[in-house]
């Protein structure tokens, strides 16, 4: 019962902390929302860790592989997206849009 | 010591949360990337000591397994990332999207077998379901992203029966597996039928909805990943998975916005597919059309001799990989005395913001970048408007033609300007396949070649005069 409380207010709490978003961002965004449901990787290395016979291990192994790669994939992709935003010189306000 | 794991699942929570907040400011968007990474850090590291401290059942096994795949993982995914072409983003982003829907889907399966039982719980077919559907629709954009299949909208009556069947289908067997109980094969057909839909329901979809449905499987991952918490009891996959299904959900509905289409009018009207009889109708009549071209040279004396010139960058640019010889001509003459703006618009490039992206990796300076309100009613006052590889976010039909598919849809007033010079490849129709009424207009001077060879062209004449 306790995890359905968890899910609804991570529901409120998802729709509100990006309710504006500037469109220069909406790329990045995407990359970076899609980077954090990477921690399924956690997911896949607690199957791993219980698992019996070559059935369910192949199924961990693939599952912590591909969580992997969108964990670590996500984040550096995004970081190289934003590091390349930043490196201009100083930006004036005209980035600061409200 | 429960109590201590708990907390400090917590804390990655809320570093989530916090880098999310981050992510959605332009000031702070690179350190929100950074601290929902050190979330990611202490949810594994948590999970990690609390499987050897407090084992549940028993020790965990396959110790060295999971560091391989982790590593394997880990190095495929970051030197993918290192190399990947910033044109390809989108791309990148459905592939990445789908490994972590795939993994969701593998991590409910293991779990069904895990259990074998015959039947299975809500929590698990929703994982398995959303999360086949995530990563076979994923691929599918991946491919049609990637050229490997048609771009094209698909859209035929027999394919919605199919649909229809389909769906009929996954809930005769969502309703087996979960009251009568229909064990492993019933369970391997909901795997197959939810890979199956998610082929079919991004197959239809044309090139310039893409961006929208991958943001769309993107929240459709993020909650198969909160699914798998549910199954595994794991609060900290609850909390970032639903966190990202309703970011992502939210997000999908700002970029329809931007677009000025509704969600099911993209997953359903098979928008380029009722437009290609449209366009070949367009490219019959632009023959007849009136088009004036302007040769290289008379485009640099125009350029270097006028007070202002807007220029409007599309996806056909980033192609050609043209924007750092764009910026050089922006530069020549600015010193010229020219005031040079760059127009973005928010769907230029192929996902929102992707054009923002582009520039910045060319060094043009954050402060000529406008975006659409604000640029809009400077086209009037501007002598020049250069167009160069874009198409649909200038084409007047969005503000006039009601029986055009994008009508409605926001766009640049590049016709406005003074003159209007657009720099294309030839006359054919553009990524959306509708016909652009802009180059028959009096005002507009066609310069046809590529995007890098006219504009570097371009530059040469300008520093000859």
Same mark, same amino acid.
């Given at each position: 019962m306790a995890e359905i409380w968890v899910f609804a207010l991570a529901v409120f709490v998802g729709f509100e902390v990006i309710s504006k978003v500037p469109v220069v961002l909406h790329t990045p965004l995407m990359s970076g929302t899609n980077a954090i449901h990477g921690i399924v990787m956690l997911g896949g290395v607690l199957v791993l860790a219980s698992a019996h016979g070559p059935a369910l291990t192949t199924l961990g192994f693939l599952a912590v592989v591909l969580g992997a790669m969108n964990l670590f994939g996500g984040f550096v992709v995004t970081d190289r997206m934003l590091e390349m935003f930043k490196a201009k010189k100083p930006r004036p306000a005209a980035v600061k849009k409200p | 010591m429960r109590f201590a794991f708990e907390f400090l699942y917590l804390l990655a929570a809320v570093l989530f949360i916090v880098g999310l907040k981050f992510l959605s400011s332009p000031a702070h968007a690179r350190r929100g990337n950074t601290t929902a990474a050190l979330g990611m850090v202490v949810a594994t590291v948590t999970l990690l000591a609390g499987m050897m401290l407090n084992p549940e059942g028993g020790p965990p096994h396959n110790l060295g397994l999971i560091a391989a795949a982790i590593a394997i993982g880990a190095v495929a995914g970051a030197v993918a990332a290192r190399r990947v072409a910033m044109t390809d983003m989108p791309q990148m982003v459905a592939i990445l999207n789908g490994c972590g829907g795939g993994s969701a889907a593998l991590i409910s399966t293991a779990e069904f077998l895990h259990m074998s039982q015959a039947r299975a719980g809500a929590d698990t077919m929703f994982g398995c379901i959303i999360g086949s559907i995530s990563f076979s629709g994923s691929v599918v954009a991946f491919a049609k992203l990637q050229g490997l299949v048609s771009e094209k909208a698909i859209n035929s009556p027999l394919q919605k029966v199919v649909n229809a069947l389909l769906f009929i289908g996954l809930l005769g067997l969502v309703g087996m597996l979960g009251f009568s109980g229909g064990g492993a094969p019933a369970f391997y057909a909901l795997l197959g039928v939810s890979l199956a839909f998610g082929v079919l329901m991004v197959m239809p979809i044309g090139g310039a909805d893409m961006p929208v449905v991958i943001s769309l499987l993107n929240s459709f991952t993020g909650l198969a990943v909160a699914a798998t918490g549910f199954v595994l009891h794991n609060n900290a996959l609850i909390i970032s998975g639903t966190l990202v299904g309703a970011s992502g959900t939210l997000l999908t509905m700002l970029m329809c916005k931007a677009m000025n289409r509704s969600l099911a009018n993209v997953l359903f009207a098979g928008f380029g597919a009722t437009t290609t009889a449209g366009a070949a109708g367009g490219a019959a009549a632009a023959a007849a059309k009136n088009v004036r071209e302007v040769s290289v040279d008379d485009a640099a004396v125009l350029l270097a001799n006028i007070q202002s010139l807007i220029i409007v960058p599309g996806y056909g640019m980033a192609v050609a990989q043209a924007q750092h010889s764009v910026r050089e001509l922006a530069d020549l003459l600015a010193k010229k005395g020219v005031d040079v703006k760059y127009a973005i618009h928010p769907v230029a490039g192929r996902m929102p913001g992707h054009m923002n992206v582009l520039l910045a990796e060319a060094n043009?300076?954050? @402060?000529q970048l406008f975006d659409l309100d604000q640029i809009n009613p400077d086209f009037e006052r501007a002598d020049v408007a250069l167009v160069i590889g874009a198409n649909d976010v200038v084409n007047p039909a969005a503000r006039s @033609?009601?029986?055009?598919?994008?009508?409605g849809m926001p766009i640049l007033d590049a016709d406005k300007a003074q003159h209007v010079i657009v720099i294309k490849r030839s006359m054919n129709p553009g990524f959306a396949g509708i016909d652009n009424q802009l180059y028959y207009e009096p005002r507009t001077s066609m310069l046809f070649g590529d995007a890098k060879g006219a504009v570097s062209k371009l530059v040469e004449a300008v520093k000859a005069m």
């Open positions: - | 043009v300076p954050y @402060d @033609d009601k029986a055009s598919p994008i009508y």
